[in-house]
């Protein structure tokens, strides 16, 4: 496994935390989808397909640029969330919701206009992804890897209520799960792996066109939401708290209501940044199964 040394992927890592995703993570930049759309050119009739597409928060947003969207995801109750956001926006027709792992691909899914990336492709085998990936795609076909923009400095000058105490919560974290991250069964002492770059080069696809979607908008957060935050990530998922579990969520939410008595935070989205990728006219051989 790529992501990191002596780290094995096991179907834990995101347990339990489908149902606090959409409520807790961030938000991407709100202009997004218009700034994919002038790079892509989208006809709205070609195929896109999200690996590693958690409650399907990217295919929805990107859903009117295509004509079919597949999402893919080893995590049921990432798929079971992604099934029910597109039925609550009527998109269920041009939608489908894959359970697999990115390793298993190409899962006779066809062939693809875009694939996508949302913060996913560090959890995986990435060579090996990488390579069925860009054999999925069309001739001139893109990879789009799209994250937060790493290292900004987010400031709530001018906001009516205090910072959300994110390091505050995580030494809370640590308290209670000891100072290594948890990732699975497993843990991540040095975290996940960079160096994407290389890894796509290696397979063949040629750029990247680097965009940054601006952020700064105002965000107002309750203790829920914070809470749901905690829960949604992979490192404070809410199985690895076992039986310490409602101490740990009653401990979060003392601390944020010393912070904040009204029980409102602060925050401004983050910055959206993206990479573009393209198929090349010829690249590696595949890489062989495993």
Not at 84 to 100: N, P, S
Not at 230 to 256: C, K, Q
Request: with cysteine; net charge neutral; hydrophobic share 40%.
């Amino acid at each position: 496994m790529d992501a990191a040394a002596g780290w094995e992927w096991d179907d834990t890592l995101f347990s339990g935390t489908a149902a606090y995703y959409r409520r807790g993570r961030l938000p991407y930049a709100p202009g997004l989808a218009d700034a994919l759309a002038e790079i892509l050119k989208p006809d709205g009739r070609g195929r896109l397909v999200d690996v590693g597409c958690g409650p399907g928060t990217l295919a929805l947003t990107l859903a009117h640029l295509f004509g079919d969207i597949v999402g893919v995801d080893p995590d049921g109750g990432m798929i079971t969330e992604a099934g029910r956001a597109a039925a609550d926006a009527g998109m269920t027709g041009k939608l489908r919701w894959v359970r697999a792992r990115a390793e298993e691909l190409p899962a006779d899914l066809g062939a693809f206009d875009v694939a996508i990336f949302g913060q996913s492709f560090h959890w995986m085998d990435r060579d090996l992804v990488a390579a069925s990936v860009r054999d999925m795609l069309r001739p001139g076909g893109a990879l789009v890897h799209i994250s937060d923009l790493k290292n900004e400095h987010r400031t709530i000058d001018g906001l009516p209520h205090p910072a959300v105490p994110y390091e505050s919560v995580e030494d809370l974290i640590r308290h209670y799960l000891g100072p290594v991250r948890r990732a699975g069964r497993g843990v991540l002492p040095q975290g996940t792996p960079g160096g994407e770059a290389a890894v796509l080069t290696r397979a063949g696809f040629t750029g990247p066109r680097r965009l940054v979607v601006p952020g700064g908008q105002a965000l107002e957060r309750t203790y829920d939401d914070v809470v749901a935050w905690v829960f949604s990530m992979s490192f404070s998922a809410p199985h690895l708290f076992g039986t310490s579990r409602e101490d740990f969520e009653a401990d979060v939410r003392r601390l944020l209501c010393r912070v904040s008595p009204s029980g409102r935070f602060s925050e401004r989205r983050p910055s959206t940044e993206v990479f573009v990728w393209r198929k090349g006219p010829a690249g590696p051989p595949s890489a062989p199964a495993r």
